[in-house]
Nanobody
Framework: QVQLAESGGGSVQAGGSLRLSCTVSGYPDTTNRMGWFRQGPGQGREGVAFISSGTHITRYADSVKGRFTISLDDNKRTVYLQMNSLKPEDTGMYYC???????????????????WGKGTPVTISS
C-alpha cells in the first residue's frame, strides 16, 4: 500500500516560514516525481512545486518562485517544501502527491498524480 505522510503544517504570521515534509512508503519504483499542491477555500487544487527523482529537476508555480524551495532525499524517500516570506494568500491545505514513472503530463495537473497524502493545513495570518 502506497502511503504519503505529510507533516509540518501550522499557523504563522505573514513573513514567517514553514517547512513541510512528506515521506513515501510502499512505492517500489525509483523513477517518479513528487511535489505539493494546495487548495484554499472555494478554490481548486493548485500545483505549487515539484521535483523529479534522481535528476532533482524542479518546477514552481510563479506565485511561489523565490520564496519556496522544494528538495528531495531519494534515500529517505522524503520530499520537503521550505516556505519563506509567507503571505496570507499562501493559506490553504497542502497536499503531497506522487507521479509515477510516466512523466509526460504536466505535474501542475492534479490528474497527472497517482497518489496523494491526506494534507496538512497552512494558515498565514496578516
Amino acid at each position: 500500500q502506497v502511503q504519503l505522510a505529510e507533516s509540518g503544517g501550522g499557523s504563522v504570521q505573514a513573513g514567517g516560514s514553514l517547512r513541510l515534509s512528506c515521506t513515501v512508503s510502499g512505492y517500489p519504483d525509483t523513477t517518479n516525481r513528487m511535489g505539493w499542491f494546495r487548495q484554499g477555500p472555494g478554490q481548486g487544487r493548485e500545483g505549487v512545486a515539484f521535483i523529479s527523482s534522481g535528476t532533482h529537476i524542479t518546477r514552481y508555480a510563479d506565485s511561489v518562485k523565490g520564496r519556496f524551495t522544494i528538495s528531495l532525499d531519494d534515500n529517505k524517500r522524503t520530499v520537503y517544501l521550505q516556505m519563506n516570506s509567507l503571505k496570507p494568500e499562501d493559506t490553504g491545505m497542502y497536499y503531497c502527491a506522487l507521479q509515477g514513472p510516466t512523466l509526460l503530463r504536466s505535474p501542475f495537473d492534479p490528474d497527472a498524480m497517482n497518489y496523494w497524502g491526506k494534507g496538512t493545513p497552512v494558515t498565514i495570518s496578516s
